[in-house]
């Protein structure tokens, strides 16, 4: 059975940074990519990086210049470095891994697993 799990959440002030890790275990994932959402109180969960299986990266605009995701795919992990956050930061991020096709990494629907999710609040 897949499980993917967040950790690295926390409680922050506005400029702070975070390091968020996800852990994938059941399958291995070093042909797979896997990416980060997040979801504020009352939105819609939303598209924020991805590490793709050759190695590259693509951001959502938002986060361009202060996250980084990292991916170590041959263990099965991923990271999102968070630096500069703000308070607009604030949400659930979750980890998202196996992308049905390379057209819809940016949705919801994009992906086959998901984690529960870590908490990140920016405080002003």
């Known amino acids: 059975q897949v499980q993917l799990v967040e950790s690295g959440g926390g409680l922050v002030p506005a400029g702070g940074s975070l390091r968020l890790s996800c852990a994938a275990s059941?399958?291995?994932?070093?042909?797979?990519?896997m990416g980060w959402f997040r979801q504020a109180p009352g939105k819609e969960r939303e598209f924020v990086a991805i590490?793709?299986?050759?190695?590259?990266?693509t951001y959502a605009d938002f986060v361009k210049g202060r996250f980084t995701i990292s991916g170590a795919n041959a263990k099965n992990t991923v990271y999102l470095q968070m630096n500069s956050l703000k308070p607009e930061d604030t949400a659930v991020y979750y980890c998202a891994a196996d992308l049905k096709a390379s057209t819809t990494y940016r949705s919801i629907y994009g992906y086959n697993y998901w984690g529960q999710g870590t908490q990140v609040t920016v405080s002003s």
């Open positions: 059941g399958r291995t994932f070093s042909d797979y990519a």
């Open positions: 590490s793709w299986s050759g190695g590259s990266v």
